[in-house]
């Protein structure tokens, strides 16, 4: 293996936030700073964008405070982005840009946290680099709260968000439970555009069967209306009242989604589709179909960054993959997404493995049809012995004297661009 | 004042539940086995449903430790309503029927924990139990996220919301402040259907003029959707992104609600409207006026019953309302409601004093303007200084061996009727 260059180590983070994202960043950025050939360390402001712009600060120059301050902190300290790089015939300018920024820079070392997508352009990158014989090491980071990145056991950021919701969840059915015959339908809507694995993780709420929530919905399963009214008012009849969870992604049987988001804005740069409006959509038709009364709550965004409740579990798990992904590109990895591999159920025990990043790229990890039971309206017990090893602990917070969470915010000393002005869009 | 009778007591829950309403019904509960003129204690299933449908259950008869299990369990575990009786000369078939529940029952104290509408109905009965000669002693519990109860300078239930949904608001402004090139704007929808109490707790989070929530909007003030379009504009020249928290209960120049829930169940059974939406009709106009990608997240029933992050100090009041409730009824007050008296801001002290009835019942306190910033889109320093008291501390949970919440639940044990069926509707 080629000895280690001297170089600097450059971090971004990419897609939708999470609790633990940054608690990664944090992760690159200590052990970074305890390996003699990193000579610097500098962030991309808004991910591989950051990069292309020659958008970049440094991280050396941040408070040692404002670093560990990391790990209580949810979002994308650095920022981040949704930018898709085309193949390296079609975006070949951008390809050298990013080449020409890490060598105007000395950037020997890139650790990119993110989902599938950025996963894709870190392996464009890897390809570049190797074809350009430039020595740059770069290895993926993973990060979504979707969980559906394959080739790892699950992705930091899922622990936290299945963490907050199975509480919520919890939480909304004591409603639902106390103030069923006013409103005997609460339906609460989880992120998941492709996969069930935040609904599913609901199910966690659900001890025994007065317990919240009663039906779940995923997208892996062809969503029948007529079904799902029949299975609320098997609930109803029993208990009154009833909690649902439902995926934002859920599709119909032609595959089509139930419900795409309206609105001026209805798909992303990627030509993803941004959803919504499902459980609004439900509850008209309970309401309609069943005569009684239904609300729906949408956390939205509030769910992914929840890190007054994130797991301690996936905070450590977050931190780790960032810590191993700078040791295995000083030890001469490169073009590898960091996994994390259980190795052993009882006493959960995870520890970190590698995979090719092109093994990950643009590839989902559906939730097992296994994980949800025959009828496909409930999570089954392998889906509770995957998941609750993951939402265990609690991450302690910062606290500011006002009595609210104090989150750290980068200085973001800037540094000076090196290249001609460049506008990535 | 006369002999305190020997008697049960009797403790209903009403209206929308709340993170510490059980807090409350545990401070009644654990204040009236001590006291030795009560000789039972009865919970009235769903409120005053339950006393007119003589559905009751024997408090006394659950395990100790599932009274001390309410303070750390959301949502009302009596069970609640919304249920309105008329004067006493329209229903007075259904006064008739409580005073015969309860002299059927011997019960002498009636303990009523809810909001505006709970205590016109506690008014009512007293009225006629005093008409009728029978010496009952009625005392209401404040309980009201919404904090528009007059009388009291604020209501148990209030201070966990605004921590919540205060701290829910800081972690989605860190989503907007990563994503902003992608997601410009972030609307926060807050439950308030005639006041701005919640909206305006979230302003909380802001701390620097980077902080979130860069806008509110409050039902007092008349919504302008130009200005407020404008206001939106303005911040996003500054920042590039802005998260803004409305009331879900906005009005225009002319009174009306900005956007009432669709649906089949617009109203619920005291008139109200049920509304919702707002956010998601202001997410729409954003996008198509001003040409920025727009998300929203509506945390609903999530937002009442957050448990998992609810103030200590909130918790607390609410016990101490409970327990005081029943040392006034002891005492021979009737007719009266326990507030809550700020008597020092720095620190805080709070004392509990009494109000009649009368004074509360169908009155609402709404946000002062002054709590408002001149523009009508933030609050003030005097909010600040108003509310930040009530959100201190965190209240403990218990946690189940899974690694979630553990919530109780009361066994139940039914009461035999003593009287002919009767069915309140």
Known sequence: MAQSPKGVALVAQSGGPTAVINASACGVIQEAL???VVTGILGANRGILGAL????FDLTAENPETISGLLSTPSAAIGSCRYKLGSLNSDQAKYERLLAVFQAHNIRYFF??????SMDTADKVHQLAQEAGYDLRIVGIPKTIDNDLPCTDHCPGYGSVAKFMATATMEAGRDTEAMYTFDAVTLIE????NTGWIAAACGLACRDDRDAPQLIYVPEIPFDPDRFLGDVEDVLRRLGGVCVVVSEGLKDASGEYLRAETGSFGADRFGH?????????????IEARLKV?????KLGTCQRNAIHFASQTDSREAYLCGQEAVRQAVAGRSGVMITLERISQQPYECRTGTVALSQVANKVKYLPREYMNAAGNHITQA????ALPLIQGTVPLRMHEDGLPLFVRFRRLTVPKRLPEWKAR
Chains 1, 2 share one sequence.
């Open 34 to 36: 305890r390996q003699s």
């Open 53 to 56: 712009e020659e958008d970049l």
């Open 112 to 117: 990119y946290i993110g989902g599938n997508d």
């Open 273 to 285: 589709r941004q959803l919504g409006g499902v459980a609004d959509y439900l509850k008209e038709l």
């Open 383 to 386: 889906m509770r012995e995957y």
């Open 190 to 193: 989880a992120m998941g555009r």
């Open 293 to 297: 009364k239904a609300r729906f709550n």
